[in-house]
């Protein structure tokens, strides 16, 4: 057949005006937020009680002590100034010292990710993974005994705090049945899985209602419409219709969703970083709010406020991605 | 054709005593009564009914594509293989190699995010059964949408929403046919298209039917299309078939009272009706269905024998292919539908002196469409105006604008002396508008608010038009749609489509308006409902003095109820005068083209070869 080697759409390579200025323009807004957080950052010590020197040196400093860290951290020097000169070490990836341990912010903050980002990933998989199995199966049998259970458990998970799941499953995982680790967070590479089990297992029940709920309601639709009888009245497959129907079309609702999980998690693990005694960035946090270790709050605050910019960017993308329905309103809305 | 019914056919679909229940948990309900359906391989049969016949049902039930609250009973036959007896999954095998669906609403029927060339080659697989490689399924899109009309290749790298409706449509009869099965189900396939667009596509299923030797199921609600496009029509009422034969035979000597009824009712084209034939009562639904005849409580000829027993399908004298379930079907004499002409307008009607409504150089533009595009438009003190075209013509936006709902983006609208398009209007000024004109929208179901009675509804407009004695005045309201004045205390829900479109005309009344813009009032109700519908607002211009205009797709319609007419294209009055004059000999050749459109028995499509 000769039609076979028409030119296959030669549109889809180049980048449609419409659809680059968008990408350009989310790129520069999520920089100026960025910017605009780290003013808002920089200005955190200035906002503290007694001023900055205040803030680093306790309300007993005496004059001199103040003086010197005046000196030392250029409070005595214009604000722009000084904040020309945070901005440069942020961009550098210099956070500064911190007051209490008198090591560089970034250190810190390196040390703990590497706790923090195997948690939220292994706890973003599982809750997403979970939810989106639990829902599509729900989904596909409503009304089911199945579909009961999984909304009961799922609402009793999320309307547990935290701290009690993650006792509970310690004490039972950990401590009667001994199969993971309670406590600490492992020797890495395996040991890290294994530790990381319990305290992941507690972040993603609390938000597995969430995720199932969502799945379940957007896939229950897109299962009522058309396009799926119109599927199986084609004698497609079960897997097909998975895929292209039901994935593809959810797959807006699902990736804005996994976006807001991963926000989401990051006061979660706060709470399980505690209850596990992990090393990790919230309690990193944690201390340093205890500690008034103005550099180290500074520092985590802009990395999270990076990852929550970060993450809304991708997710914007990728939506722009996989729905050509979006893409097409781009060229047109002008 | 074979007169042996009883030999079950092994090529082509043939049902046995299919039947449909409701599961519920007050026992089940009968949604459809023992169907026995047979269409040979080549021919094309029609289900014809009206909403709550159980047509829909039916044929989802014969493909087994029903939602589980609906069990089936009874047997199909597709191509001699017993469909609802064998497996799950060899059941699933045959949905699209052997028989094939296709749904009503090319928007929604399509996956959006899909491209269309691997919707339609998604069922297909290679000689060893593995699926066909990029390049082998390009090639094969190409050549589907070929079959059906498409020769553009790029469409096949398109997306569902990039396409027009017909386009739409095709692309789906292509998934559905791409496994080139024997047997087609096609549920109201052109009921969401235009009519030139479904005339393309009623083609398009007739040149298939003959060249994949298809059997063709055309489930549809217009008899128009059915007489057009099949050889032979089965009329389903209340869930049974009550009448099947030839097309032209059921078209020129129905033997059921519902059929004939039914006929009856569908507006004419060429001729204006001094009244249209209407059938008392509605449709019974499902559990409230008379014993014996479900007709029997809405029919003319009914005696009491009628609903003593339940009533067979039988065969009639005349006809050995002609069945029709009635008693009485061999001592009544149906009248056929002749025509009856009405009075047609008189030509100088009412258009001199002041106009009601000015509409001058209208443009309308949104974003980079434009939906209206310089148009004049007068409408004088009593008479109908009718706004026609097909969907994206425009004919809406101008309503609105003639109401005020939507401004126009140049040019200027007078209603009953206010200019509406001269900068801000008046607290005053709108109330003389709105006193003025008023409007009644199509779609029954979204059009009134399901909180409200219909009492507080209608109280509303008629306390903005300062009226004193509401109760007594809500009463009279609804009983000149003719409703008794208890569905005051009701809700919307608890409405039929015909009796919310009544209210809904109630409340457009309600504000005692001298014009009332009647927004495709009509298009979502059934034929017997429309000509209630369609009679009423004739009474109620004849006591009330009210003027119209009407905005419709329907050529039928607009001939029995407007004077005058407006024929618009893409935003541009393409031909306007007497309603008659526009029909009958019209100028455009985009009227001459929407008019041959309208499926005629004997038109567009020519009746099917007799075999």
Request: hydrophobic share 45%; glycine share 8%.
């Given at each position: 057949?000769?039609?076979?080697?028409?030119?296959?759409?030669?549109?889809?390579?180049?980048?449609?005006?419409?659809?680059?200025?968008?990408?350009?323009?989310r790129v520069v807004s999520a920089v100026c937020v960025m910017f605009a957080v780290s003013i808002v950052v920089f200005l955190f010590i200035h906002a503290a009680?007694?001023?900055p020197?205040?803030a680093i040196?306790?309300?007993?400093?005496?004059?001199?002590?103040?003086?010197?860290i005046?000196q030392r951290y250029g409070f005595?020097r214009?604000l722009p100034e000084q904040y020309l000169q945070f901005l440069g070490g942020i961009l550098h990836g210099d956070f500064g010292e911190s007051i209490i341990q008198k090591t560089p912010v970034a250190t810190l903050i390196g040390e703990t990710v590497k706790v923090t980002l195997p948690l939220l990933a292994?706890?973003w998989?599982?809750?997403?993974?979970?939810?989106?199995?639990?829902?599509?199966?729900?989904?596909?049998?409503?009304?089911?005994?199945?579909?009961?259970?999984?909304?009961?458990?799922?609402?009793?998970?999320?309307?547990?705090?935290?701290?009690?799941?993650?006792?509970?499953?310690?004490?039972?995982?950990?401590?009667?049945?001994?199969?993971?680790?309670?406590?600490?967070a492992?020797?890495g590479?395996?040991?890290t899985?294994?530790?990381?089990?319990?305290?992941?297992?507690?972040?993603?029940?609390?938000?597995?209602?969430?995720?199932?709920?969502?799945?379940?309601?957007?896939?229950?639709?897109?299962?009522?419409?058309?396009?799926?009888?119109?599927?199986?009245?084609?004698?497609?497959?079960?897997?097909?219709?998975?895929?292209?129907?039901?994935?593809?079309?959810?797959?807006?609702?699902?990736?804005?969703?996994?976006?807001?999980?991963v926000v989401?998690l990051f006061t979660?693990l706060i709470?399980?970083e505690?209850?596990?005694?992990l090393p990790g960035i919230g309690s990193l946090m944690v201390d340093a709010i205890?500690d008034r270790d103005m550099p180290v709050i500074q520092g985590v605050t802009f990395c999270v406020a990076l990852l929550v910019v970060t993450v809304n960017l991708v997710?914007?993308l990728?939506?722009?991605?996989?729905?050509?329905?979006?893409?097409?309103?781009?060229?047109?809305?002008? | 054709?074979?007169?042996?019914?009883?030999?079950?056919?092994?090529?082509?679909?043939?049902?046995?005593?299919?039947?449909?229940?409701?599961?519920?948990?007050?026992?089940?309900?009968?949604?459809?009564?023992?169907?026995?359906?047979?269409?040979?391989?080549?021919?094309?049969?029609?289900?014809?009914?009206?909403?709550?016949?159980?047509?829909?049902?039916?044929?989802?039930?014969?493909?087994?594509?029903?939602?589980?609250?609906?069990?089936?009973?009874?047997?199909?036959?597709?191509?001699?293989?017993?469909?609802?007896?064998?497996?799950?999954?060899?059941?699933?095998?045959?949905?699209?190699?052997?028989?094939?669906?296709?749904?009503?609403?090319?928007?929604?029927?399509?996956?959006?995010?899909?491209?269309?060339?691997?919707?339609?080659?998604?069922?297909?697989?290679?000689?060893?059964?593995?699926?066909?490689?990029?390049?082998?399924?390009?090639?094969?899109?190409?050549?589907?949408?070929?079959?059906?009309?498409?020769?553009?290749?790029?469409?096949?790298?398109?997306?569902?929403?990039?396409?027009?409706?017909?386009?739409?449509?095709?692309?789906?009869?292509?998934?559905?046919?791409?496994?080139?099965?024997?047997?087609?189900?096609?549920?109201?396939?052109?009921?969401?298209?235009?009519?030139?667009?479904?005339?393309?596509?009623?083609?398009?299923?007739?040149?298939?039917?003959?060249?994949?030797?298809?059997?063709?199921?055309?489930?549809?609600?217009?008899?128009?299309?059915?007489?057009?496009?099949?050889?032979?029509?089965?009329?389903?009422?209340?869930?049974?078939?009550?009448?099947?034969?030839?097309?032209?035979?059921?078209?020129?000597?129905?033997?059921?009272?519902?059929?004939?009824?039914?006929?009856?009712?569908?507006?004419?084209?060429?001729?204006?009706?001094?009244?249209?034939?209407?059938?008392?009562?509605?449709?019974?639904?499902?559990?409230?269905?008379?014993?014996?005849?479900?007709?029997?409580?809405?029919?003319?000829?009914?005696?009491?024998?009628?609903?003593?027993?339940?009533?067979?399908?039988?065969?009639?004298?005349?006809?050995?292919?002609?069945?029709?379930?009635?008693?009485?079907?061999?001592?009544?004499?149906?009248?056929?539908?002749?025509?009856?002409?009405?009075?047609?307008?008189?030509?100088?009607?009412?258009?001199?002196?002041?106009?009601?409504?000015?509409?001058?150089?209208?443009?309308?533009?949104?974003?980079?469409?434009?939906?209206?595009?310089?148009?004049?438009?007068?409408?004088?003190?009593?008479?109908?105006?009718?706004?026609?075209?097909?969907?994206?013509?425009?004919?809406?936006?101008?309503?609105?604008?003639?109401?005020?709902?939507?401004?126009?983006?140049?040019?200027?609208?007078?209603?009953?002396?206010?200019?509406?398009?001269?900068?801000?209007?008046?607290?005053?000024?709108?109330?003389?508008?709105?006193?003025?004109?008023?409007?009644?929208?199509?779609?029954?179901?979204?059009?009134?608010?399901?909180?409200?009675?219909?009492?507080?509804?209608?109280?509303?407009?008629?306390?903005?038009?300062?009226?004193?004695?509401?109760?007594?005045?809500?009463?009279?309201?609804?009983?000149?749609?003719?409703?008794?004045?208890?569905?005051?205390?009701?809700?919307?829900?608890?409405?039929?489509?015909?009796?919310?479109?009544?209210?809904?005309?109630?409340?457009?009344?309600?504000?005692?308006?001298?014009?009332?813009?009647?927004?495709?009032?009509?298009?979502?109700?059934?034929?017997?409902?429309?000509?209630?519908?369609?009679?009423?607002?004739?009474?109620?211009?004849?006591?009330?003095?009210?003027?119209?205009?009407?905005?419709?797709?329907?050529?039928?319609?607009?001939?029995?109820?407007?004077?005058?007419?407006?024929?618009?294209?893409?935003?541009?009055?393409?031909?306007?005068?007497?309603?008659?004059?526009?029909?009958?000999?019209?100028?455009?050749?985009?009227?001459?083209?929407?008019?041959?459109?309208?499926?005629?028995?004997?038109?567009?499509?020519?009746?099917?070869?007799?075999?």
């Amino acid at each position: 057949m000769t039609v076979a080697t028409a030119p296959q759409g030669s549109a889809r390579r180049a980048l449609a005006p419409g659809l680059l200025r968008y990408v350009v323009v989310r790129v520069v807004s999520a920089v100026c937020v960025m910017f605009a957080v780290s003013i808002v950052v920089f200005l955190f010590i200035h906002a503290a009680p007694g001023g900055p020197e205040h803030a680093i040196g306790g309300e007993l400093a005496t004059e001199e002590q103040l003086e010197s860290i005046r000196q030392r951290y250029g409070f005595d020097r214009p604000l722009p100034e000084q904040y020309l000169q945070f901005l440069g070490g942020i961009l550098h990836g210099d956070f500064g010292e911190s007051i209490i341990q008198k090591t560089p912010v970034a250190t810190l903050i390196g040390e703990t990710v590497k706790v923090t980002l195997p948690l939220l990933a292994f706890t973003w998989i599982l809750a997403m993974g979970a939810g989106l199995a639990l829902g599509i199966l729900t989904a596909s049998r409503p009304g089911s005994r199945l579909d009961r259970f999984s909304l009961g458990m799922t609402t009793l998970g999320a309307s547990t705090p935290a701290f009690v799941v993650g006792t509970f499953l310690a004490w039972l995982f950990g401590v009667q049945l001994g199969w993971f680790p309670a406590l600490g967070a492992g020797e890495g590479g395996l040991d890290t899985v294994r530790h990381l089990v319990l305290p992941a297992a507690t972040a993603a029940i609390v938000l597995l209602a969430v995720t199932t709920r969502i799945t379940r309601v957007r896939v229950g639709q897109i299962l009522e419409e058309d396009q799926a009888t119109f599927a199986r009245a084609r004698g497609l497959g079960r897997w097909w219709t998975l895929k292209h129907v039901v994935l593809r079309n959810a797959g807006v609702q699902l990736v804005t969703l996994s976006g807001s999980v991963v926000v989401s998690l990051f006061t979660g693990l706060i709470l399980v970083e505690r209850v596990f005694n992990l090393p990790g960035i919230g309690s990193l946090m944690v201390d340093a709010i205890h500690d008034r270790d103005m550099p180290v709050i500074q520092g985590v605050t802009f990395c999270v406020a990076l990852l929550v910019v970060t993450v809304n960017l991708v997710v914007d993308l990728v939506c722009m991605a996989i729905d050509p329905r979006l893409r097409a309103r781009l060229e047109t809305n002008r | 054709m074979s007169q042996v019914t009883e030999a079950v056919p092994t090529a082509g679909l043939s049902t046995d005593a299919l039947s449909v229940w409701l599961r519920r948990a007050d026992g089940r309900r009968l949604i459809a009564e023992s169907i026995d359906l047979q269409v040979a391989p080549g021919e094309s049969i029609a289900i014809v009914g009206e909403s709550g016949s159980g047509k829909s049902v039916t044929a989802r039930a014969v493909l087994d594509l029903l939602p589980p609250e609906l069990v089936t009973e009874g047997d199909v036959s597709v191509g001699g293989v017993p469909f609802l007896r064998i497996g799950r999954a060899a059941r699933h095998r045959m949905r699209g190699s052997e028989i094939a669906f296709v749904m009503q609403d090319p928007f929604t029927m399509l996956n959006p995010v899909m491209k269309v060339g691997d919707q339609v080659t998604a069922a297909l697989r290679d000689a060893n059964g593995r699926p066909l490689s990029r390049a082998a399924r390009r090639a094969e899109a190409v050549a589907r949408l070929r079959e059906v009309g498409i020769t553009d290749p790029a469409v096949a790298d398109k997306y569902p929403f990039q396409l027009s409706g017909g386009m739409r449509q095709r692309v789906g009869i292509a998934a559905a046919i791409a496994e080139n099965p024997q047997v087609l189900v096609a549920d109201e396939p052109t009921t969401a298209l235009d009519v030139t667009t479904q005339r393309d596509v009623l083609l398009l299923l007739d040149r298939l039917r003959r060249t994949h030797e298809l059997g063709l199921v055309l489930i549809t609600h217009d008899l128009r299309v059915a007489f057009a496009t099949c050889d032979r029509v089965y009329v389903m009422y209340a869930g049974q078939i009550v009448e099947v034969a030839r097309s032209d035979v059921i078209r020129r000597a129905p033997r059921h009272p519902y059929t004939a009824a039914l006929l009856a009712a569908d507006p004419p084209l060429d001729h204006r009706m001094a009244r249209l034939r209407t059938i008392p009562g509605s449709v019974p639904a499902p559990g409230h269905r008379p014993g014996g005849c479900h007709f029997a409580p809405r029919c003319a000829f009914a005696l009491p024998a009628c609903s003593a027993a339940p009533v067979e399908l039988q065969l009639t004298d005349d006809d050995a292919d002609h069945r029709v379930r009635c008693v009485r079907a061999g001592e009544i004499t149906l009248e056929p539908p002749t025509a009856q002409p009405g009075p047609e307008p008189a030509a100088a009607l009412t258009t001199d002196g002041q106009p009601l409504v000015t509409v001058r150089d209208v443009r309308k533009v949104f974003r980079d469409k434009v939906a209206v595009d310089g148009v004049d438009i007068d409408v004088f003190a009593g008479e109908s105006v009718g706004l026609v075209g097909e969907s994206g013509s425009g004919k809406t936006t101008l309503a609105r604008m003639i109401v005020g709902l939507t401004r126009p983006t140049s040019g200027t609208v007078e209603v009953g002396g206010v200019e509406l398009t001269a900068g801000a209007l008046s607290k005053e000024q709108w109330a003389a508008v709105r006193g003025t004109v008023q409007m009644a929208f199509q779609d029954p179901y979204s059009t009134l608010n399901p909180t409200r009675t219909i009492g507080s509804t209608l109280r509303e407009g008629l306390r903005l038009a300062g009226v004193d004695d509401l109760e007594e005045r809500t009463a009279e309201l609804l009983e000149r749609v003719g409703l008794p004045a208890t569905y005051a205390q009701r809700r919307p829900g608890q409405l039929s489509g015909g009796e919310r479109q009544r209210v809904a005309i109630a409340r457009a009344l309600s504000r005692s308006p001298r014009i009332v813009v009647c927004d495709e009032v009509v298009s979502a109700l059934d034929v017997s409902v429309q000509a209630h519908i369609l009679n009423l607002l004739r009474d109620l211009q004849a006591d009330l003095g009210l003027t119209y205009v009407f905005i419709t797709h329907d050529l039928a319609v607009v001939r029995q109820i407007t004077d005058r007419v407006y024929v618009l294209n893409h935003g541009k009055v393409v031909e306007s005068g007497l309603t008659s004059e526009v029909l009958d000999r019209p100028r455009h050749d985009y009227t001459r083209r929407l008019v041959a459109s309208v499926p005629q028995a004997d038109g567009v499509l020519g009746l099917p070869e007799p075999r």
